[in-house]
């Protein structure tokens, strides 16, 4: 179980994690946390009638890390569009589907990355530091939307867009100042292949 997810009979996931994976894990979780954020235009949270009917945004966001956990629904940024009206066509498509969908993303994503650290801070320790994280299907899932939502932000961070670019990140010298961050991509997709595994029927 060290360093991967397993099935648990009856459904769920475990891994045996160390003080330091916990500590790195909470700690990128609460970091998603802070960078997602209420959103542009979210309701206050006193208000839930408001919230209901409250709008997203309609523009992109400004940082690259949301541009690619928030991305434009219409556009495709390997095909160019055939003419200016038609990329502008996409532009209100998109703004239409970001302005009616990016609050209840931002609210998902929040709530995966909450669900990641209540769990973290619910585990007790075993004697030799460390501890076996269990959890339910549902927290599995919630676990599986937080680390693809992390490894998404650390790739953007390093300016990963295809496979051909993590096949490079493997070659990083030792003093590369990105290698810890590389570390940390490349561990947790093999946290989500194997969390990924224990869902699959």
Known sequence: MPGH???????????????????????????????????????APEDPLAELFAEGPSEPPADPVLRRLFPDAYSDPEEAPASSAEAEQRRAHSAEFRR???????????????????SLDALAPVDEGGAVLEL??????????ALNDLRLAIGARLEISDEDDTDLLYRLPEEDPRKPMVLAYLWLGGLQETLVSTLLP
Do not use: C, H, M
């Open 136 to 145: 339910t299907p549902e927290e599995s899932r919630q676990w599986l939307g």
């Open 5 to 43: 997810f397993e099935p648990l009979t009856g459904g769920g996931a475990a891994v045996a994690l160390d003080d330091v994976e916990i500590s790195i894990i909470r700690s990128l979780a609460v970091q998603l946390l802070e960078l997602i954020g209420p959103g542009p235009g979210a309701a």
């Open 100 to 118: 009616y969908t990016e609050n209840d993303l931002r609210a998902g994503k929040r709530e995966n990355a909450l669900g990641v650290i209540r």
